[in-house]
């Protein structure tokens, strides 16, 4: 994953850094889960024998495979947002710099026009 980009310190962190913050937490639980399930799903097809295998347990061993690939896609589907969500903060950064920038040159201009 990228490195996010670094406030500073004393700023209070903006919503987007907030939602980045939380969607990387929300991720990290779903893979955690995700491998949770694996370990479960993988003991339950060693341990359970073949011949049992059947009806509503070989039901319930297919439904934990897809539920595990969909957690799966989850976590990387978040992400890929989280990858957008550092790119928005990145560019805000990058505009709101640009910004405080062009201030301090306006003010540095009316302040030299008034002067004369």
């Known amino acids: ?6 406030a500073a310190p004393s700023a209070a962190p903006t919503p987007l850094q907030q939602a980045l913050d ?3 937490s929300v991720k990290d639980t779903v893979e955690q889960s995700a ?3 694996l370990v479960i799903n993988t003991v339950l097809k060693q341990e359970i024998p073949p011949h049992v295998k059947t009806g509503d347990v070989a039901q319930a061993l297919e439904k934990t ?6 957690i799966q896609e989850s976590a ?5 947002v989280n990858e957008v969500l ?7 950064a990058d ?3 640009e910004l405080k920038v062009t201030k301090a040159a306006l003010a540095k ?3 030299q026009s008034q002067a004369q």
């Open 22 to 24: 939380q969607n990387a």
């Open 86 to 92: 550092e790119q928005q903060i990145g560019e805000r």
């Open 109 to 111: 201009a009316t302040g």
């Open 35 to 37: 491998a949770e399930l």
């Open 1 to 6: 994953m990228h490195q996010q980009p670094s």
């Open 95 to 97: 505009l709101e710099h």
């Open 76 to 80: 990387e589907d978040l992400a890929q």
């Open 65 to 70: 495979d897809a539920l595990e690939t969909r």
